[in-house]
């Protein structure tokens, strides 16, 4: 954290990525439940690329600064799906692997460029690495079993309905377990080892191919 902050260059490079990562995924979000029925992230203006829509400015702040943050939630009507029993799992998995996606295609620009053009440092491979680095990490993070975020939802639809009451009694400490697991420093290290795991595996793939 005290690297972000004191490098003002790190915010700089880092910016573009954040803005992408957030607004490609509410966006998926919004998309998600459109194509499956529900009209109200369309009704409230949640289908487009326009920041305003999807961005929260302390959310954005907190990413940007202290390495997890987050965005507008997209709002949702799950008795308008298609798919009753699965769509809100649908809803709540097209945001984290619309991260993924933007995180693995990144990382093919920035090796293409490495290997195959010789790019060393420069602007391009200063915006990618962060583009890379940032979607790994909203898609771990968003990815936890922890309220609000959407790995809760997920762990909550797969759930037996008789078991969803003790996950509701959780909802209201969610935020307050996240700023504990980061004050401890829990969250930052699952997040370090996953970013380093994909990173890795997304290395050796591209490594076949080029």
Do not use: C
């Not at 997890?68 to 799906?81: K, Q, Y």
């Not at 984290?96 to 790019?119: E, K, Q, T």
């Not at 969250?187 to 290395?203: A, C, D, P, R, T």
């Amino acid at each position: 954290m005290l690297s972000r902050l004191q490098n003002p260059l790190l915010i700089l490079f880092s910016l573009p990525a954040i803005l992408v990562g957030l607004i490609i995924h509410e966006l998926s979000h919004a998309l998600m439940a459109d194509s499956l029925g529900d009209p109200t992230p369309r009704m409230d203006g949640r289908i487009t690329l326009n920041p305003r829509a999807h961005l929260d400015f302390v959310g954005t702040l907190m990413l940007v600064f202290f390495g997890f943050g987050w965005a507008r939630p997209v709002r949702t009507n799950p008795s308008n799906f298609s798919d009753r029993r699965f769509g809100f799992l649908w809803v709540s998995l097209a945001g984290p692997l619309s991260n993924l996606m933007i995180a693995f295609v990144s990382m093919g620009a920035l090796l293409i460029a490495r290997y195959r053009f010789n790019v060393g440092e420069g602007l391009f491979m200063s915006l990618m690495e962060p583009m890379v680095t940032i979607n790994l990490v909203l898609f771990i993070l968003n990815l936890l079993p922890i309220p609000p975020l959407d790995g809760y939802n997920v762990l909550r639809t797969l759930l037996p309905v008789r078991n969803r009451s003790t996950l509701w009694k959780l909802e209201r400490y969610g935020f307050v377990l996240l700023i504990a697991l980061s004050f401890i420093g829990v969250l930052g290290m699952v997040l370090s080892v996953g970013v380093s795991f994909f990173w890795n595996i997304f290395e050796r793939f591209y490594g076949f191919i080029l």
